[in-house]
């Protein structure tokens, strides 16, 4: 398993958030994708919806199946990783970095308080 990034914040269900002023960027962690296998297909939110934090935003499916994808923060969708569309695989690939999901901007700053940090993280996944 790769390294779980320190500067990024992680929801239970998987998720992990980078915060950069007011925008948020989604993504699923290393863990997560490792258990879907091999992606096939992601449904992404479109600019313009509105997400709330422990809803639904979009699905992934791999080989194995279809999984929910939370929205670990609540706001407004303003970019979906277009780039998925042709190439699912780089969930596997790079699920830190080319292969983020969307980025919202943040409605509820405060709403990052409940996600874990790194530490959390690795334990919730290690019990």
Not at 33 to 40: G, H, K, M, Y
Not at 55 to 76: C, L, R, T
């Amino acid at each position: 398993m790769s390294q779980i990034p320190a500067t990024l914040r992680y929801a239970a269900s998987h998720e992990w958030v980078r915060v950069d002023n007011d925008l948020a960027t989604v993504g699923i962690t290393d863990h997560a994708q490792a258990e879907l296998s091999d992606v096939v297909y992601v449904d992404l939110p479109k600019p313009g919806a509105q997400v709330k934090a422990g809803a639904v935003a979009a699905v992934v499916e791999s080989v194995k199946a279809a999984s929910d994808i939370y929205a670990p923060i609540s706001g407004e969708v303003v970019e979906a990783n277009s780039a998925l569309a042709a190439k699912p695989e780089l969930v596997n690939q790079d699920p830190f970095g080319e292969a983020w999901l969307f980025r919202v901007k943040i409605a509820n700053a405060s709403e990052i308080d409940n996600l874990m940090d790194a530490a959390g993280y690795k334990a919730s996944i290690n019990e």
